[in-house]
Every structure is written in C-alpha cells, then in structure tokens.
C-alpha cells in the first residue's frame, strides 16, 4: 500500500515571548583557576619640563660693620674691661678663668666672688726663706817684738793682741790658748787675709825676710796664705789672699821664714784677718 508523502512547510513566524521562570536554574560547575602570572615593567614615561622660575625673596637687613666680640681675653689686665663669660690667663697662674658677674677688680686668683678657675689654681708657692744673715768681722793684729831672724822652716804663732815677741816663743797664757783665735757663736767663714811690711828701718839687718803667712784650722791645714818677699830696708812690702772656708770656732795665725840669712822678721809688721758669721 502506498503511503502518503509527507513534506515540510515555512517555518511559522516567531511566537511571543514566555514569562520569565522564577525557579533558578542550577549551579553550574566550577570553573578552572586563572593563571597568575606578573607582566613585565612598563617603560619609565618621559620627565616633564622643569616648571616656572620663582620669584625672588626679599633682602634680609645689612649686617653690622664691627667684628664680633671674642669671649677669650688674653691675659688679665687690671685695667681690662669684661663682661660675663669672658675667659681670661691670670697674671700669676694660668687659669684660664671664666668671669661671672662682668666685673673684675683684682687678680683672678684672689678674686673668687667675679671669676671661676677652670683648671690650675693652686695657690703660689711661698717664696724661699732668705739666706741667715752674716756679719763681716775682722781682726787685727801687730808685731811689736824686736826685729829678729826666728829659725829657718820654723812656724810660730802671731797672736791678735800681747807684745807678740818670737824670741820668747810663748804659746799660752793663763787660759791655755794664748795663740789662738776663738770665736763664740756658730761655725765662721774665713774670707781673707792680709799683711803689711812698713818700710822702716832693719837695724843691723839688710831688710824683710821672705815669710809664709798662714790661717791655720784645728788639724793644722793651711786655708789661707800668702807670702811676703825678701825686700830690702826701708821698702814697704806685704801680701794677700782671698778665700771662703767654712771654719770651726777657732783657728791660728802662723809665720815661718825658709832662709834667713841677714833678713830678719821686722817689727812693726800688721794683719788683718777677714771672714763672715752668721
């Protein structure tokens, strides 16, 4: 049996729209993660054009036309004039010193009410206690004994008073030290002695015979002496000698001839020994 051919006719035109469905739909399936990946840097943009110039300021005041004051002063003057914080040297210890009120009538060292020390403020050592004082003393004496020609390489004594006659040869008095000279107080220095020889007369002799004179200590040590010459009748003559020997209490005044011969010992021959005592 034969069947009908079916066939398809146009498509009808579109229908009206439905509602919208208020029952959602479901969820879909989660979606893959995206990729973090950071790009690269841009390129830096061009700088821009510097800006306007501004406008000038206004000029500050004129300066002053002094130097500035420096609060180091120099060394301390009394006639200084100084004014609070100036530092100073002091004239008699360095300081330095800083002053606190802006006046100064005295050294800074006594002057603590005005200034401060900041270091070295010891006071001045006091000064050294003066030397003992010494008083010149001298003695004198004389020959007035008989012009006489005393052994040769013989010392004996001068004594500063008596008739001082060698011929007698006397060597104590009552007290036991008629040749000596003695001193009561401390230690004495002997400074010198000198002798002179008038020109006078030598009797039956041709003159003064060279002689040795000699300050003598304790121990019998020549500190001081000279020598008269040989010198003929009627010529002044002596001698000196210049020292500083510290001496004990006491000392002799001796004389010795080496050769006498027809030269004697004169009368009339002075001395004078010369030291110093405290």
């Given amino acids: 049996m034969l069947l009908p051919l079916l066939t398809v006719g146009p498509p009808g035109p579109q229908g009206i729209p439905g509602k919208d469905s208020t029952v959602p739909g479901p969820m879909g399936p989660q979606g893959f993660p995206g990729l973090s990946i950071q790009g690269q840097q841009g390129i830096p943009g061009v700088a821009g054009a510097p800006g306007p110039q501004g406008i000038q300021g206004v000029p500050g005041p004129a300066g002053s036309s002094t130097s500035g004051r420096s609060p180091f002063q120099g060394v301390w003057n009394a006639s200084g004039v100084y004014q609070f914080g100036d530092m100073v040297l002091g004239p008699t210890q360095l300081g330095p010193f800083i002053n606190l009120t802006g006046s100064s009538t005295v050294d800074p060292m006594t002057d603590a009410t005005n200034w401060l020390c900041l270091k070295i403020c010891d006071p001045p050592p006091a000064p050294p206690p003066p030397p003992p004082a010494e008083t010149a003393w001298s003695i004198s004496g004389s020959y007035t004994g008989p012009s006489v020609g005393p052994p040769a390489n013989a010392p004996f004594n001068l004594i500063p008073?008596?008739?001082?006659?060698?011929?007698?040869?006397?060597?104590?008095?009552?007290?036991?030290?008629?040749?000596?000279?003695?001193?009561?107080?401390?230690?004495?220095?002997?400074?010198?002695?000198?002798?002179?020889?008038?020109?006078?007369?030598?009797?039956?002799?041709?003159?003064?015979?060279?002689?040795?004179?000699?300050?003598?200590?304790?121990?019998?040590?020549?500190?001081?002496?000279?020598?008269?010459?040989?010198?003929?009748?009627?010529?002044?003559?002596?001698?000196?000698a210049r020292v500083s020997v510290p001496m004990p209490s006491n000392f002799q005044f001796k004389a010795s001839v080496p050769l006498v011969g027809n030269f004697a010992f004169l009368n009339g021959i002075t001395w004078t020994i010369t030291g110093q005592q405290p």
Wanted: charged share 5%; aromatic share 8%.
């Fill in 161 to 240: 008073d008596g008739s001082n006659d060698i011929t007698v040869f006397q060597d104590t008095n009552s007290s036991g030290h008629y040749n000596i000279y003695f001193f009561t107080g401390p230690s004495t220095t002997v400074t010198g002695s000198t002798v002179t020889v008038p020109g006078n007369t030598a009797g039956s002799y041709a003159g003064m015979a060279q002689t040795n004179f000699q300050v003598v200590d304790p121990n019998g040590n020549a500190i001081a002496s000279c020598v008269v010459p040989q010198t003929p009748a009627g010529t002044p003559t002596g001698c000196s």
